[in-house]
């Protein structure tokens, strides 16, 4: 690493802030240059120019022109030279001044092209600074000032301007140029403003140095204490905030407190430099004190603290004072109008900088009859300098450490001087106009590794920046005598930004936690506008002609360089990377440059080969001491692992010529095998082959890389080598480039395996490496099982007889660890094809190795027994029902069905979902084909036939039905194969039991699919056994209902009405449709529950209050009892659906019908909207008693109802009528009433509803007769006769009836007679007939009460023969009835007519 220039930040407007500091000059130019025009004689230059006039004399000619426009921009460009500049050490604000103008630049935040965000410094404010007439801007200097909050991170509040002028005036601004305070301290010309701040020590001994501002004249020096300094300017900031708030005056600030020392016996000060305060050792002090005092001078106990200037500048040309603290007590200044007399003429000044006009000349004429007193100073005379005559000092430049400084002079020389001794320790030449900078840079951690104190604090270097502007270069110099580490060329008119200060503010409690974000040295280059700082690293503080690891270092860029490279060719990088490697001295470094060039991609496998080798060789022939241990076992080991790489590659392209003979023998089982199972091999190939997309490197075809292989293995110190399992990817690209070429018959198999012996990998590891690529590579294997099974063989065979694979010392009685780690793999792997395949290949290979083994020891006839071959039976069992399983997983859900990605299932997943694991498999499958429950119990109970569709079908329509016919057949087949292999997993109520639990559980997971809820309600109904279906409807009640139906039912008990989709939302968190289909599968769920209690319980029926509950008679019918099939018996995990449901209790009826009332008036008031609060029907048992335990005994309401709880049950059960009557179409209502039966859809049109209210109105002691006749009048009011007429025959009253209907019959012969826009004189000649009586009586009916009001004559006759039946003799309005019976068959006849 090398240094380095970093652009951070880049000024915008500069252009506009050089014309405007440079206004008035650009306008004096402009008007000499006309002056001198007119002046200039007038040459006749006809005659010679015409000569000119070809085409090279007009590019001339544009040429001159384009040099003339250029010329004014190039005498420009030295423009920063003549102007005042500060940059803020944190770089956000930057001050550019010159004579009575300035201009502030702020840091902003701006995105460039390329979306990236980077800082840039534009003008904030700009104006014109001088109050005093004649007075210009001499220095500037900008002061962070930090953030008193205890959040704060290092970030200043804001930032001072202090500026010096050539009257004696310092002043301070704010940002936004607002004028805080004017201090006048001595009436010379200001030269200098400089700033030290707080630094941490770095060191137990080293001195605090406080915060000072020193501010440099002619013959003086001032210095205000930091401290006070801060606290001024924050109470100054603070007031003009509040005036400008308020409006008011703004308070004169209170005077600074400072210190003014004579510097004397020094002809010319241009420049100094407060180092603070020091302390003299004693041997210093007597020497002091013998010089100045003599021989007889006496010396004090102890050394006095002194504050040590340095100045520069001529006679002597650097001069060193020392100001003894505690002599000059600090000065109180008068402050001259610190802020004008009006804010607003701060503001006034502040916005009227671009106008290029300030202030009334009478305030500033006011300001300056005000002067204030200034203080003398305190002489201080010089300790001693440098004396040389002729040369003149011309700035000085104080380190951090406060121990060195920089100083130039006009002879164009750079002298450092070491401050503590007072002397010049080194000097540079050439180097005319100069500007110094320091750089203090720490060392890296990296590099602490390195060094021999390790342990200790880390070190600081200091480095010396210079730029030599009429060179145009920026050199990096090291200290103290240290070389020259960097050098840039730069422009010629860039300058040189060093603060030498941080923030103000801060002390040893405050800084605790922060990081200072400051730059140390800025280079401002005006041409572009480019502020650039300088990176150092710490180790060129170390660099010389004898230190290697500089060296080192700068050769390991160059490789790391030449490795990034794409475009060197092979052996260009061998060349380059061996030069290097060999050149390297230090040994760490030297094992990092050959480290990061074996992880390179691009470099070929014979590249790395050579370079290694020759590093190898060129460590062997070195001495047994000076060569690093590691190093050359890195080298060794690297060198096999690439031969290793090499010699696999080599063998994938060789020809396998071995003979397969030898496998035949013992493969005629396995091929055996593979046609009993081939069929399911074909079905899961089939749909398994499916198209799918994937990128490039993620294919196994990829060639794995020499970097890929080398990271994965690694050599152990006893020549092993051990294989690193990093991620599953990684480790089937390595198992794929060993194996993948063996199992297609392309690479020797016994070649590969003896390669990958010698070179040490441990058998176990090569065979899951084998397993690994053989289960990745399912689809190759499927499409030639054969000839991959033999290959797959051989290779098992091959890693078996191997040393350390199959133990010696193994009993054939017990269980192998090499046949285990394959019997292992394959029950966790998913890939159930390949697996099976495995499982047949690793069978028969065991089994002979047993065989085997058994023939050396028995020599007899007898065929081996053996545990391990009892487990891979029952592992190649299970294998084949994961096999059926997964391949009815794998079929495609429908379009449109929602359902996720497929589930992946094998061994260890089946047996870790516990007893119920494959059920819940088959239940996503269901779930995911969107199958209806008939369906799938046709399927069950193999009872499925076809329906034979409409013979004028289209064809193209019955070739559509036949091919989904024939999907549903193979469907159909595949779930009865898996039925098959599992008969007790697969009962029909374990599988209708979780099909129930997975659908309300994807219903809870989006509630607004109502259907989910009901198929779960109709999966509950096919489940035979009455224990578990009890015990999944107490589940899902708990679980999942109970919560919502409470929100329901206080909702509208709360709202006395059917709620809107909102407040459903808000209140139960679906929508009003949604509700109320929850509300019907809740009225089912609780049915469900009360009948097969009822069933429990000696056949009650469902309805019929049980004064006692359902646990009391559970053992008449038999619990079922739960298997699973012998080959699983071994699966570990919770317990199934079945399991949990026949651990549940019994439920209390009586709370059960409760509830199922409730839940019964919810649905009803949301299907037809009817106005009532439900749990206002219920007394206060009834209400206690809700939502409670089903399995607990609650207090239930008993005995007569309160008559007005029976009155408010009666009218909503009236409502509940009407509506139905009105949701009743006319269509389906011609034809008789069909019987109760269960609709899909809890719609307001089911025909079940009037017998739903008769049974509540049984429960809820309301007469049904009286709802029964309410029916019988909606249903005449609406015009359903023949519906009434079926509905008359169960009413007990029939005579009210009549009383009713008689009303209603002169209300349909009124609007015939009276109301009807389509008269007939026949009914004009009846009305004129009717008996007094009937017709007034028929004038006073209301025929708008009527629904229905066109009805055919002959159903009213018919009504009124009813209506003459219903009535006795002795009924008061029997006459009327007969009156009406007569005019309705006049009327009939007089129709027909």
């Known amino acids: 690493m090398s240094c380095s220039l970093f652009e951070f930040c880049r000024l915008q407007e500069l252009k506009t802030v050089r014309d405007f500091l440079f206004q008035n000059q650009s306008k004096e130019s402009v008007e000499e240059k006309n002056i001198t025009a007119e002046n200039e004689l007038s040459w006749d230059t006809s005659d010679w120019e015409s000569g000119w006039d070809n085409d090279e004399n007009k590019e001339e000619d544009s040429a001159s022109s384009t040099k003339a426009e250029e010329e004014p921009s190039r005498q420009s460009q030295p423009w920063l030279q003549d102007c005042v500049v500060s940059l803020s050490p944190c770089a956000d604000l930057l001050v550019v001044a010159r004579e009575q103008k300035a201009a502030f630049l702020s840091a902003k935040w701006r995105t460039d092209d390329s979306g990236r965000e980077e800082m840039t410094l534009a003008v904030t404010w700009s104006g014109h600074l001088s109050t005093e007439e004649g007075e210009r801007v001499s220095s500037v200097i900008a002061i962070p000032l930090a953030s008193q909050k205890r959040s704060s991170t290092g970030r200043p509040d804001w930032t001072c301007i202090v500026v010096g002028f050539t009257s004696g005036y310092v002043r301070f601004y704010t940002e936004s140029g607002v004028l805080l305070l004017a201090q006048l301290l001595h009436v010379d010309p200001v030269l200098r403003l400089k700033c030290r701040t707080y630094e941490i020590p770095r060191h137990p001994g080293v001195t605090e140095q406080h915060e000072e501002l020193s501010i440099l004249y002619p013959a003086a020096l001032v210095t205000i204490d ?14 003009v905030a509040r005036a400008a708030a308020a409006g008011s005056d703004v308070v004169p600030p209170p005077p600074l407190a400072y210190k003014k020392w004579g510097l004397q016996e020094m002809d010319t000060i241009v420049d100094h430099s407060s180092v603070g305060v020091m302390t003299l050792c004693v041997f210093d002090q007597m020497k002091n004190a013998s010089i100045l005092g003599g021989f007889h001078a006496s010396v004090k106990g102890s050394p006095p603290a002194m504050s040590q200037f340095v100045t520069v500048g001529t006679g002597p040309y650097a001069g060193f004072y020392y100001a003894v603290e505690g002599n000059s007590q600090p000065l109180l200044s008068h402050v001259a109008l610190a802020v004008a007399s009006k804010l607003t003429s701060a503001l006034f000044n502040a916005a009227s900088g671009w106008l290029g006009w300030n202030k009334n000349k009478n305030e500033e004429e006011a300001a300056q009859k005000q002067k204030p007193k200034v203080e003398l100073a305190t002489p201080l005379g010089i300790r001693f300098g440098l004396p040389d005559s002729r040369r003149h000092g011309e700035s000085i430049c104080l380190s951090p450490c406060n121990t060195l400084a920089g100083v130039t002079d006009d002879f164009g020389r750079v002298t450092l001087l070491d401050l503590a001794r007072g002397a010049a320790i080194r000097m540079w030449k050439g180097y005319r106009d100069a500007q110094l900078g320091w750089l203090q840079v720490q060392e890296e951690r990296g590099d602490r590794e390195f060094s021999p104190s390790a342990s200790l604090p880390r070190r600081h270097a200091l480095f010396l920046i210079i730029y030599a502007p ?13 070389p020259r580490v960097g050098a840039f060329t730069v422009g010629k008119h860039c300058r040189l930004l060093y603060a030498g200060y941080h923030l103000m503010g801060v002390n040893s409690v405050t800084s605790q936690g922060w990081q200072l974000h400051t730059q140390q040295v800025c280079l401002l280059d005006p041409t572009t506008g480019a502020l650039r700082t300088i990176n150092i690293p710490f180790h060129l503080a170390l660099s010389d002609k004898k230190n290697e690891r500089a060296r080192d270092m700068h050769l390991l860029k160059r490789l790391s360089a030449v490795l990034k490279s794409r475009d060197m060719d092979p052996v ?37 080969t050579n370079v290694t080798s020759a590093l190898h060789d060129a460590l062997k022939q070195q001495d047994a001491d000076e060569v690093e241990a590691s190093l050359l076992q890195l080298c060794s080991s690297q060198l096999k692992l690439l031969q290793l790489y090499s010699d696999i590659q080599q063998l994938q392209s060789a020809a396998d010529t071995e003979a397969c003979s030898g496998n035949q023998d013992s493969l005629e089982g396995i091929e055996e095998e593979l046609s009993r199972v081939g069929p399911a091999l074909q079905r899961y190939a089939q749909l398994s082959s499916k198209p799918s997309v994937s990128f490039a490197q993620d294919s196994p075809d990829t060639p794995l890389s020499t970097q890929a292989f ?36 392309k690479s020797p198999t016994h070649k590969v395996c003896d390669t990958l012996q010698l070179a040490g990998i441990s058998p176990q590891q090569l065979l899951s490496l084998l397993m690994s690529v053989w289960l990745q590579r399912e689809k190759e294997v499927l499409q030639k099982p054969v000839e991959t099974v033999r290959n797959l063989h051989t290779l098992l065979i091959a890693l078996s007889n191997m040393d350390g694979a199959v133990e010696e010392s193994w009993d054939t009685q017990s269980v192998s660890p090499w046949w285990q780690q394959v019997r292992f793999t394959c029950i966790q792997s998913h890939n159930a094809a390949a697996a099976l395949l495995a499982a047949l290949v690793a069978h028969r290979a065991a089994k002979a190795s047993i065989t085997s083994r058994a023939d050396s020891k028995l020599q007899s006839e007898w065929e081996a027994v053996s545990l391990e071959l009892e487990q891979w039976v029952v592992c190649v069992r299970q294998l084949e029902d994961v096999l059926v399983l997964q391949t009815l997983l794998l079929v495609p859900s429908p379009q449109g069905t929602a359902g ?24 996503k499958w269901v779930f995911r084909q969107n199958m209806a429950p008939e369906r799938l119990k046709k399927i069950l109970l193999r009872k499925e036939t076809q329906d034979t569709g409409d013979q004028k079908e289209q064809k193209e329509d019955r070739e559509e039905a036949e091919k989904c016919q024939e999907e549903a057949d193979r469907t159909a087949e595949l779930l009865l194969a898996v039925c098959q292999r599992f008969p007790d997993s697969l009962s029909p109520d374990l599988l209708f039991a979780h099909c129930c639990w997975e659908y309300v559980v994807q219903w809870n997971k989006d509630p607004e699919e109502g259907q989910y809820l009901f198929i779960a309600v109709e999966h509950l109904k096919l489940i035979t056994s009455p224990h578990i279906q009890l015990g999944i409807s107490t589940m899902m009640w708990g679980t999942f209902f109970v919560k919502r139906f409470s929100a329901a039912a206080f909702l509208m008990e709360k709202v006395g009405k059917a709620p809107k989709d909102r407040l459903c939302r808000r209140d139960v968190g679906i929508g009003d449709k949604a509700m109320t289909s929850f509300l019907g599968c809740c009225v089912q769920l609780l049915q469900i529950l009360m009948e097969v209690t009822g069933l429990l319980v000696k056949n009650q029926s469902s309805l019929s209050f049980i004064p006692f509950y359902a646990d009391s008679a559970m053992e008449e019918i038999p619990t079922p009892e739960l298997s699973v099939e012998e080959v699983w018996s071994g699966a570990e995990g919770p317990a199934s659906i079945a399991e949990l449901a026949l651990e549940q ?17 919810l649905h009803a008031a949301m299907s037809f909207s009817v ?24 207090l239930m309401p008993s005995g007569d109802m309160d008559p007005g709880l029976v009155s408010l049950r009666q009218e909503f059960l009236l409502r509940v009528l009407t509506g139905w009557v009105q949701a009743t179409d006319d269509a389906s209502c011609s034809s008789p009433a069909p019987a109760f039966t269960s609709l899909p859809s809890d719609g ?67 609007y015939s007679l009276l109301h009807n826009q389509n008269q007939t004189q026949a009914a004009m000649e009846l009305l004129a007939r009717l008996p007094p009586t009937l017709c007034t009586w028929l004038k006073a009916m209301d025929p708008s009460e009527l629904r229905c009001p066109l009805v055919s004559l002959s159903k009213t006759s018919r009504l009124v023969s009813h209506l003459i039946e219903m009535l006795p003799e002795n009924h008061a309005q029997y006459s009327l009835a007969l009156h009406l019976l007569e005019a309705v068959e006049v009327l009939s006849l007089s129709n027909e007519d």
């Open 226 to 239: 930091g401290f006070s300094l801060f606290q001024s300017l924050r109470a100054c900031r603070n007031q």
């Open 470 to 482: 009429r060179r145009g270069i920026l050199e990096v110099w090291a200290m103290q005598r240290g």
């Open 572 to 608: 260009s990088l061998e060349r380059e990377a061996k030069s290097v490697l060999l050149e390297i001295k230090h040994p760490a470094i030297k094992k990092q440059a050959l480290e990061s060039l074996l992880s390179n991609r691009n470099a070929p496998v014979s590249c790395l």
């Open 710 to 745: 080398l990271t994965q293995l690694e050599c152990a110190e006893e020549g092993e080598v051990k294989v690193n399992r990093r991620s599953d990817a990684e480790w089937n690209q390595l198992g794929n480039f060993m194996f993948w070429g063996c199992l297609c018959g």
């Open 900 to 923: 996720g990605a497929v589930v992946q299932c094998s061994i260890k997943t089946l047996q870790e979902g516990g007893t119920g694991g494959i059920a819940d498999s088959v239940s």
């Open 1145 to 1161: 209790k019994g439920v209390h009826y009586p709370l059960v019908q409760h509830h199922w009332l409730l839940a019964t008036l």
């Open 1171 to 1194: 106005k009532v609060k439900p749990l206002s029907l219920f007394d206060s048992k009834g209400k206690n008693a809700f939502f409670r335990d089903l399995t607990t005994i609650q």
């Open 1244 to 1310: 307001p049109k089911a025909n079940w509803w009037p017998s739903l209210c008769m049974d509540l109105g049984s429960l809820l002691q309301v007469n049904p007769d009286i709802l029964r006749r309410h029916l019988v009048c909606e249903l005449y009011n609406q015009g359903l006769d023949l519906r009434a007429e079926e509905a008359i025959l169960q009413v007990e009253d029939k005579e009210v009836l009549g009383s009713h209907l008689l009303v209603l019959t002169g209300q349909r012969l009124s």
